[in-house]
């Protein structure tokens, strides 16, 4: 089936510690996209690239780092800089960048920093 | 800068009743478009609708049912005869084209908790 997969779902880590989080598409999408969710809040975007090898900050990229080495993976760091990690956080595709194209979810992974 | 706004934080209601959910938006863009995404208790944000900015016509689909208004800056959903399974956290989206970069960008409202009493 084509989607959008995330893993893990839950995900601990110690504070001080980076860790990255997995988001694969097999929707041959261009651009894909990275979101944090806090409780009662919307989404926020983080980074998100419209192209392999190219990414663009995002409105709260602070404490994060990503690459597109590949069309299909978009990994996202969470660094130790990052002063409040613990958040869900949602991967998202689109054929392209441009106006028209709805975005595609993932299943979302909820990072939780002890 | 965009902005969405849902002013409603939690809607509660009994199973058959019509639920209208609000969402104000704020833009300078005068190309557009404006979403709809569901997320039920699972997390995963569900596509539901696209609208562009120039098209005001209301759309139905099924139970749901969207009205768009630009002279109000609005565009609310209705669900018609609520059921259980409606219950989840319905957000409200803008995509505008002023600038080249951010053409990708999707600025979400905070979302509305709608929960359906059986």
């Known amino acids: 089936d084509g989607g959008i997969t995330q893993s893990p779902k839950y995900l601990f880590r110690k504070e001080g510690q980076n860790v990255t989080l997995s988001c694969e598409q097999n929707l041959n999408h261009d651009a894909m996209y990275w979101y944090r969710q806090d409780p009662g809040q919307g989404l926020r975007l983080i980074y998100y690239s419209q192209i392999v090898n190219d990414f663009q900050k995002g409105d709260i990229a602070e404490g994060y780092s990503v690459s597109r080495e590949k069309k299909e993976s978009f990994p996202l760091t969470v660094t130790s800089a990052q002063k409040n990690p613990t958040a869900f956080y949602l991967c998202?595709?689109?054929?392209?960048?441009?106006?028209?194209?709805?975005?595609?979810f993932g299943p979302g992974t909820r990072l939780t920093v002890l | 800068a965009q902005k969405v706004t849902q002013a409603q934080t939690e809607i509660s209601v009994v199973e058959k009743e019509d639920v209208t959910l609000d969402c104000v938006y704020e833009?300078?863009?005068?190309?557009?478009?404006l979403f709809w995404y569901k997320q039920p208790p699972s997390g995963e944000l569900v596509f539901l609708i696209r609208?562009?900015?120039?098209?005001?016509q209301n759309e139905i689909s099924g139970r749901y049912s969207w009205n768009f208004q630009k002279s109000t800056s609005s565009f609310n959903f209705t669900i018609t005869a609520s059921q259980v399974v409606d219950s989840a956290v319905y957000f409200c989206?803008?995509?505008?084209?002023?600038?080249?970069?951010?053409?990708?960008?999707?600025?979400f409202g905070e979302g509305t908790q709608l929960t359906v009493n059986p």
């Open positions: 998202a595709s689109s054929i392209g960048g441009g106006l028209y194209n709805e975005q595609f």
């Open positions: 833009t300078r863009d005068t190309t557009y478009y």
């Open positions: 989206a803008h995509k505008g084209g002023r600038e080249e970069t951010s053409g990708s960008r999707l600025t």
């Open positions: 609208r562009n900015s120039f098209d005001e």
